[in-house]
């Protein structure tokens, strides 16, 4: 991907595929145990929003010049660190489990649309230079939000394999 708008409107599509299919599910259908993992939708939509508050922390962080405000999750658990992956997911879920629906969405779709708002206000050129911020490392802030968009995709890919 090579452009602002490119990726704008991969995650203004992602955004409108989860919300529509959301909106039309009933609580029940949102809380209720999915095959294979037992995670419900609710607590899909908890993990897609704890990994997406670091790219709001970055969008946030690039757009008021400053270094990345990260959620606070255990220190011992560094996310840029491939075999820490798993026990973050199970600390993003035993936090967010007891969360009742409406809250999780809310906190979600809230989060989701202002890292779209964000990446609006955002330069191009600040969003495709993977120089421009030291603590991206060799990556742009661009990759980021393809990060979220991917993840985003990808479970949602799952989810409607699974329910036919």
Not at 109 to 114: A, E, M, S, V
Request: glycine share 4%; charged share 30%; no cysteine.
């Amino acid at each position: 991907m090579n452009n602002k708008q490119q990726i704008l409107t991969l995650l203004k599509d992602i955004f409108n595929r989860w919300d529509e299919l959301l909106t039309g599910m009933s609580e029940e259908q949102i809380t209720a145990p999915q095959s294979p993992s037992d995670w419900s939708i609710k607590d899909e939509i908890a993990h897609l929003w704890g990994w997406q508050q670091r790219t709001l922390a970055r969008s946030e962080a690039a757009l008021h010049n400053r270094e990345p405000a990260y959620p606070a999750w255990p220190g011992e658990l560094d996310p840029d660190l491939e075999e820490n992956l798993d026990r973050i997911n199970t600390w993003i879920y035993e936090t967010n489990r007891d969360k009742p629906w409406s809250s999780v969405y809310a906190d979600w779709r809230t989060q989701f649309l202002r890292i779209l708002e964000l990446s609006e206000q955002l330069p191009e050129n600040d969003l495709l230079d993977p120089g421009r911020y030291k603590w991206m490392g060799e990556y742009s802030l661009l990759e980021s939000l393809e990060g979220t968009h991917e993840h985003h995709a990808e479970h949602l890919e799952e989810l409607l394999a699974r329910l036919g």
